[in-house]
């Protein structure tokens, strides 16, 4: 599905599997303002902006609901959560808590929240709005379904005083301290009536506790944002932090060249190589900490046993899954497709998290095999017509749809090796290119789909989206699914890891979940993509990856690049946004691109629009 991406718990994550753009703001005749300045839409010189050009569109900002990655990552800068992860590693660092403990039994978590976290309309923040938040998810359905499965075990949520916040648990919850869920302002959010049918998008400016303000938005154009100044940690230092929308990747990149655009993640490796060239542009490519797959329809049901959709019931045969998986050539996938700039897939956690990264115990288990693939098909019972078509056991030529999202070129490439490798197994393959597969996906109208999420530092998130508890509780829902998977052993193993404080022993738990999901043969991990990004020299100071050894810049856990950017004329002082090893200095006007190929998306989940 295409909901991509929490970042994960997100994330980003979200909830589920990215895409193009192109930037936006001034026209290169227009820079010519003041160091530090930008020319405001008036022609006037105004304050410091940076501009964010995103391709993904904003599902939601009410935090209980959003899902996609853009969305998430801009929860991330207005409201606070629980904890943090430090930039420089993603060990698990202070956000609106200060310090926590358990107790013995590991049932009763008690956090410490800080004092000097003030709301952006004045109020201060204490842990009744934490309190409020998780039990508003406990007791409403419709508030838990961007983050509900990190409440789902919780007992009772407490404040028992402005800085005291105390959780119990049914029982140990291994996630207590990676609760990626944004607290809102209950003075605020007490007044909603109905959870599933408030976007948070009518009244500006929006209250929030985070780095930054929401203050402006349009559906599918732009979403403005100003410094938070009562921030903990310390303002932002431009004036303005805009995320405009935007489709076309080149276009970006052209901006780029221009001085027009200050940074542009998700390049097409084309586009990388020809940036490398460039005076004044620097290309980052690191490890990300995507993966991008292909995802099988299982059959999409909902909790109350009614099945809905129209996938292709072939699929639903281990044996045709097994083949079409065989018949699919990882290594041209990365050489040809992404031209070296990513891994070939394995697991579904990416490499990037060494301890819960899990492969197949023998290599040629799911290896390139289209000889082998042909007898699989054959062996179940798949044999072809004369004129060479592989029939189903109706009778009927085996075809097959496949979701595509028409920004991703990956995709596009991608579905045409498809094409060619099935179709010498006699399999037909149309690929449906779609500017958003939301909609088909969350009705289960396909037969696969590309689908990839962002993976947080704890996987949580991106294991819980394939659990039976998160599809919808009727065909008319949307869930919290990224596939409509729904198999008992997963489901026993994820309770299992959840429940289990011993690192190593929940590591091997987290591989056992993957080690299932790759046996049941609906979701095919094809590749991580390394994080490939380009920013300009004469605009950007310094900036500093996450993790600080061979990381990316955007799509960051946490707030960092944006939060510590600083604008190139402007004086660093003691106490900016220097603190996190993130500085981003821009003249003139800035604009950043970020989007380009990018899926689902969200904090979560990139799946299908982008997930994070």
């Given at each position: 599905?295409?909901?991509?991406?929490?970042?994960?718990?997100?994330?980003?994550?979200?909830?589920?599997?990215?895409?193009?753009l192109?930037?936006?703001?001034?026209?290169?005749?227009?820079?010519?303002?003041?160091?530090?300045?930008?020319?405001?839409e008036?022609?006037?010189?105004?304050g410091?902006?940076?501009?964010?050009?995103?391709?993904?569109?904003?599902?939601?900002?009410?935090?209980?609901?959003?899902?996609k990655?853009?969305?998430?990552?801009?929860?991330?800068?207005?409201?606070?959560?629980?904890?943090n992860?430090?930039?420089?590693?993603?060990?698990?660092?202070?956000?609106?808590?200060?310090?926590?403990?358990?107790?013995?039994?590991?049932?009763?978590?008690t956090?410490?929240?800080?004092?000097?976290?003030?709301?952006?309309?004045?109020?201060?923040?204490?842990?009744?709005?934490?309190?409020?938040?998780?039990?508003?998810?406990?007791?409403?359905?419709?508030?838990?379904?961007?983050?509900?499965?990190?409440?789902?075990?919780?007992?009772?949520?407490?404040?028992?005083?402005p800085?005291?916040?105390?959780?119990?648990?049914?029982?140990?919850?291994a996630?207590?301290?990676?609760?990626?869920?944004p607290?809102?302002?209950?003075?605020?959010?007490?007044?909603v009536?109905?959870?599933?049918?408030?976007?948070?998008?009518?009244?500006?400016?929006?209250?929030?506790?985070?780095p930054?303000?929401?203050?402006?938005?349009?559906?599918?154009?732009?979403?403005?944002?100003?410094?938070?100044?009562?921030?903990?940690r310390?303002?932002?230092?431009?004036d303005?932090?805009?995320?405009?929308?935007?489709?076309?990747?080149?276009a970006?990149?052209?901006?780029?060249?221009?001085?027009?655009?200050?940074?542009?993640?998700?390049?097409?490796?084309?586009?990388?190589?020809?940036?490398k060239?460039?005076?004044?542009i620097?290309?980052?490519?690191?490890?990300?900490?995507?993966?991008?797959?292909l995802?099988?329809?299982?059959?999409?049901k909902?909790?109350?046993?009614?099945?809905?959709?129209?996938?292709?019931?072939?699929?639903?045969?281990?044996?045709?899954?097994?083949?079409?998986f065989?018949?699919?050539?990882?290594?041209?996938?990365?050489?040809?497709?992404?031209?070296?700039?990513?891994?070939?897939?394995?697991?579904?956690?990416?490499?990037?998290?060494?301890?819960?990264?899990?492969k197949?115990?023998?290599?040629?288990?799911?290896?390139?095999?289209?000889?082998?693939?042909?007898?699989?098909?054959?062996?179940?019972?798949?044999?072809?017509?004369?004129?060479?078509?592989?029939?189903?056991?109706?009778g009927?030529?085996?075809?097959?749809r496949i979701?595509?999202?028409?920004?991703?070129?990956?995709?596009?490439?991608?579905?045409?090796?498809?094409?060619?490798?099935?179709?010498?197994?006699?399999?037909?393959?149309?690929?449906?290119?779609?500017?958003?597969?939301?909609d088909?996906?969350?009705?289960?109208d396909?037969?696969?789909?590309?689908?990839?999420?962002?993976?947080?530092?704890?996987?949580?998130?991106?294991?819980?989206i394939?659990?039976?508890?998160?599809?919808?509780?009727?065909?008319k829902?949307?869930g919290?699914?990224?596939?409509?998977?729904?198999?008992?052993?997963?489901?026993?193993?994820y309770?299992?890891?959840?429940?289990?404080?011993?690192?190593?022993?929940?590591?091997?738990?987290?591989k056992?979940?993957?080690?299932?999901?790759?046996?049941?043969?609906?979701?095919?991990?094809?590749?991580?993509?390394?994080?490939?990004?380009?920013?300009?020299?004469?605009?950007?100071?310094?900036?500093?990856?996450?993790?600080?050894?061979?990381?990316?810049?955007?799509?960051?856990?946490?707030?960092?690049?944006?939060?510590?950017?600083?604008?190139?004329?402007?004086?660093?002082?003691?106490?900016?946004?220097?603190?996190?090893?993130?500085i981003?200095?821009?003249?003139?006007?800035?604009?950043?691109?970020?989007?380009?190929?990018?899926?689902?998306?969200?904090r979560?989940?990139?799946?299908?629009?982008?997930?994070?």
């Open positions: 599905m295409v909901m991509v991406t929490k970042v994960p718990p997100r994330p980003a994550p979200a909830r589920r599997a990215l895409r193009l192109l930037a936006g703001g001034l026209a290169a005749g227009s820079l010519v303002v003041a160091p530090g300045t930008v020319q405001a008036d022609g006037k010189s105004g410091t902006t940076l501009t964010v050009a995103v391709s993904q569109s904003i599902d939601s900002l009410s935090p209980f609901l959003a899902q990655l853009t969305s998430t990552s801009i929860h991330r800068l207005a409201y606070e959560y629980l904890t992860y430090d930039p420089k590693d993603a060990h698990t660092i202070p956000g609106l808590a200060t310090a926590w403990t358990s107790s013995a039994d590991k049932l009763t978590w956090y410490t929240i800080r004092k000097d976290s003030t709301w952006s309309d004045g109020q201060q923040a204490t842990a009744e709005d934490a309190a409020w938040t998780f039990n508003k998810m406990m007791t409403d359905p419709n508030a838990a379904t961007a983050n509900g499965s990190f409440t789902a075990n919780f007992a009772q949520v407490t404040a028992p005083d800085q005291t916040l105390v959780i119990r648990l049914k029982k140990p919850q996630t207590m301290t990676a609760l990626d869920v607290i809102v302002p209950k003075h605020v959010w007490e007044k009536t109905d959870f599933s049918k408030f976007n948070n998008d009518k009244q500006f400016p929006i209250v929030g506790n985070g930054f303000v929401i203050t402006d938005f349009k559906v599918d154009q732009y979403i403005k944002l100003k410094p938070n100044k009562k921030f903990w310390g303002a932002p230092k431009f303005e932090l805009v995320f405009k929308y935007y489709k076309d990747g080149d970006a990149v052209a901006a780029l060249q221009k001085g027009e655009v200050s940074f542009v993640p998700n390049l097409t490796p084309a586009q990388a190589a020809a940036l060239t460039q005076k004044d620097k290309v980052n490519d690191a490890p990300g900490r995507r993966f991008y797959a995802a099988t329809n299982p059959g999409a909902a909790q109350d046993g009614k099945a809905f959709g129209n996938g292709n019931k072939a699929l639903l045969d281990p044996e045709v899954r097994k083949a079409l065989l018949a699919v050539d990882r290594t041209t996938l990365v050489d040809k497709v992404f031209q070296g700039h990513a891994v070939e897939g394995e697991g579904y956690i990416p490499p990037r998290f060494g301890s819960y990264f899990w197949p115990e023998t290599a040629q288990e799911r290896a390139y095999d289209p000889v082998r693939a042909e007898k699989v098909l054959d062996t179940a019972g798949y044999r072809k017509d004369a004129a060479g078509k592989r029939l189903g056991k109706d009927r030529p085996l075809e097959f979701l595509c999202h028409a920004t991703d070129p990956n995709d596009k490439a991608v579905g045409k090796y498809l094409q060619e490798w099935w179709g010498k197994l006699g399999i037909g393959l149309k690929v449906e290119c779609l500017d958003s597969v939301s088909p996906w969350v009705k289960g396909y037969d696969l789909a590309f689908d990839g999420w962002s993976v947080n530092p704890d996987p949580d998130y991106v294991l819980s394939h659990t039976c508890g998160t599809l919808p509780a009727t065909p829902d949307s919290a699914t990224d596939n409509f998977i729904c198999d008992k052993q997963f489901d026993g193993l309770a299992q890891q959840a429940v289990e404080y011993d690192a190593a022993k929940r590591a091997d738990l987290v056992r979940m993957q080690s299932r999901l790759y046996d049941t043969g609906y979701m095919n991990v094809m590749a991580y993509p390394n994080a490939l990004e380009a920013y300009r020299t004469d605009q950007i100071r310094s900036i500093t990856t996450m993790p600080e050894a061979a990381g990316n810049l955007w799509g960051q856990d946490g707030y960092w690049s944006w939060w510590s950017a600083v604008p190139a004329a402007q004086a660093e002082d003691s106490d900016g946004g220097s603190s996190t090893g993130v981003v200095g821009i003249v003139a006007a800035v604009v950043v691109v970020v989007g380009v190929g990018a899926f689902l998306g969200m979560r989940r990139s799946t299908a629009d982008d997930r994070e």
